[in-house]
C-alpha cells in the first residue's frame, strides 16, 4: 500500500482540466461545428475572457486529443480548470484500486480532479515542449493555461505533464513526444 501512496502523490503534479462544455463556431471555417463525442468545439466565459475556441478529435497513438479551432497568439489565455477540489485523503479512497490520471495540485493539500469532466481540457495530452504552459494560483485553487507560443488554427494543443507523472504511471510518454528518461534506477538488494 506504502508504494500505491506513493505513487498517488507522484500523480498529484499531473495536470488536468475540467469546466462545463458548450458550443460555439470554428474560426477556422466560419461555419458551426456538429457537436459529437469525438469532435465538439467549446466556447465558454470565465472572468471576462472568453475560451479558446476548441475541437475534440483523434491525436493518433494518445487517443483523443484538443485542437485549436482558431489562432491564438503567444502568451493568451486559453481556458482555466476549475475541477472537483479534493484532498490527498479523498484521492487515496478514490483511487483505492487504480491510478488518477486526471488530477492537478493547486497547493496546500488540495488537488482538482477531472477524472469525470466532458471540458475539453480533459484532452490535452503531454508534449515536453507543447503548446500551453500553465500557472496555479494557490489561494483561488485555480489553473490558467496560456499559449507557450503563437499557435496555429488545427494545431493540438498539448503541455508538459512533468517527470513526476510519468514516474508515477510507471510508463513512457508516447513515442516522440518527449525526449527524456523516466525510469527509477534499481536498487541492488
Known amino acids: 500500500a ?15 482540466l ?3 462544455p458548450l458550443v460555439g463556431t470554428s474560426a477556422c471555417t466560419r461555419a458551426p461545428l456538429a457537436v459529437s463525442a469525438r469532435a465538439q468545439t467549446r466556447l465558454i466565459s470565465q472572468g471576462g475572457r472568453k475560451e479558446l475556441g476548441v475541437r475534440i478529435a483523434g491525436a493518433g497513438k494518445k487517443g483523443q486529443g484538443a ?3 482558431e489562432a491564438c497568439a503567444a502568451g493568451e489565455w486559453v481556458c482555466a480548470y476549475v475541477g472537483q477540489l479534493v484532498t490527498l485523503e479523498r484521492t487515496l479512497e478514490l483511487y483505492s484500486d487504480s491510478e488518477p490520471e ?10 482538482l480532479d477531472a477524472q469525470d469532466s466532458a471540458h475539453f481540457s480533459r484532452f490535452l495530452n503531454h508534449e515536453q515542449n507543447g503548446s500551453l504552459t500553465f500557472s496555479v494560483d ?25 517527470a513526476g507523472y510519468w514516474i508515477a504511471m510507471r510508463r513512457p510518454p508516447v513515442e516522440g513526444t518527449d525526449t527524456r528518461s523516466f525510469e527509477l534506477p534499481r536498487v541492488q538488494a
Open 18 to 20: 475540467c469546466l462545463l
Open 2 to 16: 506504502r508504494s500505491h501512496r506513493e505513487a498517488l502523490w507522484f500523480m498529484m503534479r499531473v495536470a488536468a
Open 102 to 111: 486526471y488530477l492537478f495540485d493547486v497547493g496546500d493539500g488540495w488537488y
Open 138 to 162: 494557490q489561494l483561488a485553487r485555480t489553473v490558467d493555461f496560456f499559449a507557450a507560443r503563437d499557435i496555429a488554427c488545427g494545431e493540438e494543443l498539448t503541455f508538459d505533464y512533468g
Open 67 to 69: 485542437f485549436a479551432a
